[in-house]
């Protein structure tokens, strides 16, 4: 009787100081940083993978789509935060009570609850690139999780075409990377349309598609599962990757276990390691995501249900194909045009 009392005193002990931190750093340091600025609302945006290339552009966006709004959005994605899960990130900022969340939900239980408590306290919720379609989150933004599944069953059918492989002697094996953590819709829409689109189209080639649990919980638990598909008994033809961190560890394990050639990549995002890979054929294409709109996006849903008491339910991010063919317009620096 007594432990499980003490651990929730510990608990909300902790979620009090954390949130003192937050409260202090909002009035202090912050107010130092910012050149003694005042500004009309303060944000707070959470992220599952706080050092990746992909976060930090998200982040960008919706900064400077802030302070066109005369608002500041902190991100708990440094070095301070990162040991602690997005669920306890979300504890703090409902309990300093900011002006809004943005947030990479999922599906469970635990994250509705945190995303209903944060609405009854009056601190509106974005759900970003990860939904939780129970809750009462104000908005989600995301891709088109359906057509962006659509986009990768069509380059896995390209790949198959090219390499001449899909037999009824040997099918082509495709496996989508999928995450643990997440119980996501937005996953089983994008595997839907990955199903989909090479059942239609396939013609007399033999597939089998598949999903491979990652646990995302670290870079090295990334690690470990991805080399575990390349120690195990069949290793696909095609790997899918959905988010960066797969698909770099992806890339790492295909050179390590010398199957350039033999494992195509369709990766997702763009870094340097995956461009240079690209060019060196050695992941086919990846996919690129507007990430300064995506954040951008997150702001004008915040300030359009503060000043209207609504906004829309989605935004959809534009997104764009990095292949072979169009990889040097990337690596010179050139700006992308993305599909609608």
Request: negative net charge; aromatic residues 12%; hydrophobic residues 40%.
């Amino acid at each position: 009787m007594f432990l499980p009392v003490f651990l929730t005193a510990v608990s909300i002990l902790f979620t009090v100081l954390m949130a003192g931190y937050i409260l202090w750093f909002y009035e202090g340091s912050f107010q130092e940083e910012t050149a003694g600025e005042t500004y009309d609302r303060y944000y707070m945006m959470i992220t599952r993978e706080g050092k990746s290339v992909f976060w930090q552009s998200v982040y960008q966006g919706a900064y400077e789509r802030a302070l066109q709004e005369n608002v500041y959005v902190d991100w708990l994605g440094n070095d301070r935060f990162q040991d602690y899960s997005v669920e306890e990130q979300m504890e703090i900022a409902i309990a300093s009570g900011v002006d809004g969340i943005i947030v990479t939900a999922s599906e469970e239980e635990k994250m509705t609850a945190l995303i209903d408590r944060a609405d009854m306290e009056g601190i509106p919720v974005v759900t970003l690139y990860g939904d939780n379609t129970q809750s009462a989150r104000c908005s989600f933004v995301g891709v088109g999780s359906y057509n962006l599944g659509r986009e990768y069953g069509r380059q896995a059918l390209k790949i198959m075409r090219e390499r001449l492989v899909g037999t009824a002697e040997r099918p082509a094996r495709v496996t989508l990377l999928v995450n643990s953590y997440a119980n996501s819709l937005d996953q089983n829409i994008l595997y839907s349309g990955i199903q989909e689109t090479i059942e239609q189209e396939q013609g007399e080639m033999v597939v089998e598609l598949s999903l491979q649990s990652v646990d995302d919980t670290n870079a090295f638990s990334v690690e470990e599962s991805v080399r575990d598909i390349f120690m195990g008994g069949e290793i696909p033809d095609i790997l899918i990757c959905l988010n960066e961190l797969n698909t770099t560890c992806a890339y790492q394990a295909v050179v390590d276990y010398n199957k350039v050639g033999t494992v195509s990549i369709l990766g997702h995002y763009v870094s340097d390691t995956i461009l240079n890979a690209i060019d060196r054929s050695v992941i086919y294409a990846t996919v690129d995501i507007d990430t300064a709109q995506m954040g951008a996006f997150c702001i004008d849903a915040l300030q359009e249900y503060h000043d209207l008491g609504y906004t829309s339910q989605y935004f959809t991010a534009d997104i764009s194909l990095i292949t072979k063919e169009n990889v040097d317009e990337y690596l010179r620096g050139e700006e992308p045009e993305y599909d609608e």
